[in-house]
């Protein structure tokens, strides 16, 4: 047992707290989280005592906790304080919030605008047509994802189905994107990726010799199509941004008498790697009828 009388390292709570400039419910909240143990424990009392070293590391969770810092990066930062890679993790750590907080600053205007009676005022920059697809034969990859995982999945998905059309006639057609119900934090779709190949046949025996190596390909003929939809830019791809021509395309489809003929859908016909931020690389799409 440590003998707290004679070491003079150790202090009780009360006196850590006070030198941390902390409160022992903090520091009884650090240790809960598996950030700040004690260094020892009174097993007859339950009492905790620090060490006076521990003062500097009580402070710095302290201050992360106040940047809103997920525990487990605050764990991991922590544990290389006295290293060059704890700034590091820092900088990753604040450049992700400086995004969010741009993406939710864009948001806000968005809907402060749409509250406003201003909606009309942002739909008019974007042209929306109309534009005939023929029937066509798809090799799709299907998944339940929250939006934070969209970017990477997108990409990675028609990926792997662009690589894999070289064995199915190849690529005839723009890729895209089906959205069979809304992604957010709290919506998981789900979303279908899809590429436009030229053999049906040839795509349909991949497809099976994929599936009995566990990947879940499919592939089907997609009936020939009218769409009404915008060309947006590389920029405009991003979230929150990709809202507004979502929402012009269906204004504009209530205004001319169309109805929905099937789930909304992105085509890329650029090179997304490419292409600069204002390049149109994108067509936000609707399927249509007549009402």
């Excluded at 006070?18 to 989280?33: I, M, T, V």
């Amino acid at each position: 047992m440590v003998d707290i009388r004679d070491d003079g390292a150790l202090l009780t709570i009360g006196a850590f707290a006070a030198r941390a400039r902390l409160s022992a419910k903090a520091l009884r909240l650090y240790d809960r989280l598996g950030l700040l143990a004690p260094a020892h424990i009174d097993e007859a009392s339950g009492y905790r005592y620090y060490r006076a070293g521990q003062v500097e590391r009580a402070r710095l969770v302290a201050m992360l906790r106040q940047l809103d810092m997920p525990l487990a990066r605050i764990a991991e930062l922590v544990e290389t304080a006295d290293g060059p890679a704890s700034g590091e993790l820092l900088a990753a750590y604040w450049g992700d919030v400086e995004t969010r907080f741009a993406a939710q600053r864009t948001l806000a205007a968005y809907l402060r605008a749409r509250l406003s009676g201003r909606s009309s005022e942002m739909y008019e920059k974007f042209e929306v047509r109309l534009a005939d697809v023929p029937e066509q034969v798809i090799v799709t990859e299907t998944r339940h994802t929250l939006a934070d995982e969209l970017p990477l999945w997108i990409p990675a998905s028609l990926g792997r189905l662009e690589e894999a059309a070289g064995e199915c006639g190849g690529v005839v057609g723009a890729p895209y994107v089906v959205y069979y119900s809304a992604v957010s934090m709290e919506s998981d779709g789900p979303v279908e990726s899809c590429v436009p190949v030229a053999d049906e046949s040839r795509a349909r025996a991949w497809a099976a010799a994929a599936q009995g190596r566990g990947r879940q390909f499919q592939v089907r003929v997609e009936p020939a199509r009218r769409l009404a939809c915008t060309r947006i830019t590389k920029a405009q791809v991003a979230h929150p941004q990709i809202l507004a021509p979502y929402e012009a395309v269906e204004a504009w489809m209530k205004r001319e008498g169309w109805d929905y003929d099937g789930p909304c859908r992105e085509i890329y016909f650029a090179d997304w790697d490419a292409a600069g931020a204002e390049d149109p690389v994108c067509d936000v799409a609707f399927p249509v009828k007549r009402g």
